[in-house]
């Protein structure tokens, strides 16, 4: 099951798990900008992450085959302002 989190709730999601997490918010946001860590924005402004594939590029230093796919499910950017 996906565990989605905003780009901050992620990190201190992290942090709980590890108190001595170094990755910072700046890196994650760095990272989904640039696409090497799947995304999904939400309003204006808001990016959301799976956090089971945030700690799977942690340990493993890539992103699994599924996450570039679609790895949130069935959330997808919807074409037209409701």
């Not at 990016?47 to 942690?58: A, E, M, P, T, Y």
């Amino acid at each position: 099951m996906a565990i989605v989190r905003t780009l901050k709730n992620a990190i201190l999601y992290l942090r709980e798990l590890d108190p001595d997490c170094e990755f910072k918010l700046h890196s994650l946001r760095t990272l989904t900008a640039k696409g090497v860590i799947p995304s999904v924005t939400v309003g204006n402004a808001k990016r959301l992450v799976d956090v089971n594939v945030l700690q799977d590029f942690l340990s493993k230093g890539n992103v699994p085959q599924q996450a570039s796919e679609g790895a949130l499910g069935n959330i997808h950017k919807l074409n037209e302002r409701l």
